[in-house]
């Protein structure tokens, strides 16, 4: 069975989906791989390393004969992107990547339409078997560190608290709005640069583990908004507007907030508005790891950093791009996991029955089987729910 890895297609794409550190497991398990020529330069992994490791390098032409294909972005699809590099795809393949298959449904169609079955990695449920195949947890590690880094580039003054010779400098105060994976990589990373961190989330449960980063809880009295999988769920607007009320008292006093408050296949729910923005010290900075689902703040204006009344406000996107040597080595891990797990007796078996290919394969024969995706499409389900 062929393994196709081929030159990412979206803009500012560094990663890749295979890094050669992995492709000997893949050789032990039986599998062949084909690299695209300079698929891994950007991210720092030269031909001749996947060379090395006992890859083939080929053309485009080579990589979509591979019966499975593996991808960072370039197999999804959205309005504001490029389509879906269809030209890798064929007839009866297996394609793995981040699809965006609640957000951007379309580009799973196009991929279904050419036969392909399609499996998305932001879908890998949240189990413990599937830990090791989280890939949205691996790159939100990476983007929570990195929010943090633009934040301190752009304050104009130190994280960390000094007793100097000169006098007193107090350490930055930094908010974190939004506890998940990146948010508590924030929290742990502003915590390491010596800031004062104080950190809020819709989840009372994750008040423990900001704690125990050395950071504040923010309490807020409002009902606990805690969803399927341990991700947030989404609360109506009379929620929202609440929670931006008691949250505007923190937002003033903080040097820099960094708001990563998602919910899977939603546009980010808007938690610090331009009035909070208005309320800030000149200099202070505001990070938006949300900004590709639309922003947490009323002023972010994705991939652009704007100034609001002496705010810095940042909407970058596809952060983990931006440290795409180790965010390549985490991502192809997680891939490389799945698609070892799939494997029986050297062939590929996509089984209904094992919930990680249930909650993961997004169609397959030309059927759109997911029935989120579904949804998500205007299709009915395929299998309507049994009357309570």
């Known amino acids: 069975m062929l393994v196709g890895v081929g ?95 609640l957000g951007a449904p379309a580009g799973v169609l196009a991929l279904n339409e050419r036969g392909a079955a399609p499996l998305a990695m932001e879908l890998i449920p949240r189990i413990t078997r599937a830990q090791s195949m989280d890939a949205l947890s691996s790159t939100a590690n990476i983007v929570g560190y990195k929010a943090v880094l633009l934040a301190a580039e752009a304050l104009p003054r130190m994280f960390p608290m000094l007793m100097t010779a000169a006098g007193t400098v107090a350490s930055a105060k930094v908010f974190v709005v939004g506890a998940g994976v990146a948010g508590l990589s924030a929290v742990a990373t502003a915590r390491r640069l010596g800031a004062t961190v104080e950190a809020y989330d819709v989840r ?33 607007e009379a929620f929202y507007r609440k929670q931006r009320e008691t949250m505007t008292r923190v937002v003033a006093a903080s040097d820099v907030v960094i708001t990563a408050a998602a919910v899977p296949g939603r546009k980010s729910p808007v938690l610090v508005t331009s009035d909070m923005v208005d309320g800030m010290r000149r200099g202070s900075v505001i990070v938006d790891i949300a900004a590709e689902q639309g922003g947490n703040c009323e002023a972010t204006v994705p991939g652009r950093n704007v100034v609001r009344g002496g705010v810095t406000v940042m909407g970058p996107l596809n952060l983990a791009s931006t440290v795409p040597y180790h965010a390549s080595q985490l991502y192809a891990k997680n891939v490389v996991t799945l698609l070892l797990s799939l494997l029986k007796n050297g062939a590929l078996v996509l089984d209904p029955s094992d919930e990680i290919v249930r909650e993961t394969l997004v169609a397959r024969e030309g059927q759109i089987l997911h029935p989120r995706v579904r949804e998500a499409l205007g299709m009915p389900l395929l299998y309507p729910a049994a009357p309570a």
């Open 7 to 101: 030159k990412e297609t979206w803009p500012d794409e560094r990663r890749v989906a295979l890094v050669p550190g992995l492709i000997p497991g893949l050789k032990k398990a039986g599998l062949e791989v084909v690299v695209e020529a300079e698929a891994g330069l950007a991210a720092g992994f030269p031909d001749e390393e996947y060379r090395t490791k006992g890859a083939t390098i080929g053309d485009r032409a080579a990589v979509a004969r591979a019966d499975v294909l593996l991808q960072v972005r370039s197999l999804a699809g959205r309005g504001d992107g490029p389509p879906p590099a269809l030209d890798l795809v064929r007839q009866g393949q297996t394609v793995i990547g981040f699809l965006d298959p």
């Open 204 to 236: 009372p449960a994750v008040k423990e583990q900001v704690m125990s980063l050395g950071a504040k809880f923010v309490e807020l009295p409002l009902e606990a908004a805690e969803g399927q999988g341990g991700y947030a769920r989404e609360m109506d």
